[in-house]
């Protein structure tokens, strides 16, 4: 096998089991491993730290997987790590119609893999070079641990290129799946809200079909929204806003800018036979709030979910102007005593730092704005300590007056 060499003073983070490994931080590559391979890292002593998967296209040179000299990362580490993470979303979206993450990539020790199940149907991207190498024996694992109807691959996000492998889906395995299905996503069990069915578009829709991070924070804002008129910003398939109709809200307006997304969020309330007044308006949620606020309208709840503002430090800046705007504008907008649920799924905007934005916002709107709830993602996304990179999704649930 080969071995990796890290740079002194590098060693600290593998020591502490943060499985990524920069091109920066090694000394020198022994051996001539392929793309996917199991390479050994060793400390500038030679002492062995860790072992992972290598990619020479990446800057992340290794993505580590173990902490024992003794496990090799084979076909059967494969099955018993994807065994693992299933068996940690027990109880979560069981029956023929459940959805939830099933594979949370490094957060389940798989760097690069995601599967997300919806009821009979798998949907999984494949992101890394490791993954890529292990493809059919993901396939098997999958096969066997969970028997699917159909495995169907979505890897066409900007990781892949990153990692220098083109982007790659379509049916991997079993039936072609339905271009739409009606889920009950992963949600607490003792929850009274009775869940709507919810449309996965798995081959077009953005995602793996779904947003199915934010199942759990769709129950907790319907608690906010009985006799409320509700604005759904970035509304997407509208979510929230099924979650807000069952929960009694008075009226909603969905904006996104995507009309397939609208149109996805108007099957989602007929199929729920939700008879509630709603709006869909096609538009950019920068200009329509402006415009909303020109004509001295006012809601009750409003929830920003934006899609991400920063994929790069560099993009952090710009980022945070813009959630200070939507926020700032969203708290104008509501009437006193009114919530607003606002999201940010930027890795790189850390809770406290997101805190801040809201806070700004709220000085600029002249508002008194108390945090009631704090969410994050759902626990079908776990947080793995050695790698907060996999913390993303936070949110809060401020009481605006
Ligand atoms: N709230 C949704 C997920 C939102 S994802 C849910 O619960 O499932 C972000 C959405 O914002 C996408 O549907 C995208 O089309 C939309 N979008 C992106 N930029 C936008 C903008 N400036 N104005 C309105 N919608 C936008």
Redesign the pocket.
């Known amino acids: 096998m080969a071995t990796i060499t890290l740079r002194p003073g590098r060693e600290r983070p593998v020591i502490q089991r943060h499985p990524w490994v920069f091109s920066g931080a090694i000394d020198a590559v022994h051996g001539e491993p392929a793309d996917g391979e199991a390479v050994d890292i060793l400390a500038p002593t030679g002492d062995w730290l860790a072992r992972g998967l290598w990619s020479s296209t990446s800057q992340i040179r290794a993505r580590l997987c173990a902490w024992d000299p003794n496990q090799v990362l084979d076909e059967e580490w494969l099955r018993e790590r994807i065994a693992r993470a299933v068996s940690g979303r027990a109880g979560l979206a069981n029956g023929e119609d459940g959805a939830c993450r099933l594979v949370f990539s490094e957060a389940d020790g798989l760097p690069g893999l995601i599967v997300d199940r919806y009821g009979v149907y798998l949907v999984i991207q494949i992101l890394t070079q490791g993954m890529e190498a292990r493809r059919a024996e993901v396939l098997r694992a999958l096969v066997d641990l969970l028997a699917p109807r159909s495995i169907f691959e979505r890897s066409d996000n900007d990781m892949r290129e990153k990692e220098g492998l083109p982007p790659c889906g379509g049916l991997l395995w079993g039936a072609e799946p339905p271009d739409q299905i009606a889920l009950l996503p992963a949600i607490a069990v003792g929850t009274s809200v009775v869940p709507p069915r919810l449309l996965a578009d798995l081959r077009t829709g953005?995602k793996t079909g779904?947003?199915l991070d934010?199942s759990h924070n769709?129950v907790r804002v319907a608690a906010y929204c009985q006799g409320a008129h509700v604005l759904?910003?970035?509304?997407?398939?509208?979510?929230?806003s099924a979650y807000a109709a069952r929960a009694g809200a008075a009226s909603l307006t969905l904006?996104?800018?995507?009309l397939p997304?609208l149109d996805l969020a108007r099957q989602n309330l007929a199929l729920n036979d939700i008879a509630t007044p709603a709006d869909y308006v096609e538009?950019?949620?920068?200009k329509?709030l402006r415009g909303y606020r020109a004509e001295g309208r006012r809601f009750d709840v409003i929830?920003l979910?934006?899609?991400k503002f920063a994929n790069t430090q560099a993009q952090v800046n710009h980022a945070a102007r813009g959630y200070k705007d939507i926020n700032w504008l969203a708290m104008q907008l509501l009437n006193p005593g009114g919530v607003l649920a606002t999201f940010s799924c930027s890795g790189q905007i850390s809770p406290d730092l997101f805190q801040k934005i809201v806070f700004g916002a709220s000085v600029d709107a002249g508002r008194d704005v108390q945090i009631i709830e704090r969410l994050g993602q759902s626990p079908d996304h776990p947080i793995l300590l050695t790698f907060p990179e996999s913390e993303y999704l936070k949110g809060f649930v401020c009481r605006v007056w």
């Open positions: 953005q779904f947003y934010q769709r759904d910003c970035f509304a997407y398939s509208g979510g929230f904006i996104d800018t995507s997304a538009g950019n949620v920068f329509v929830i979910d934006p899609p």
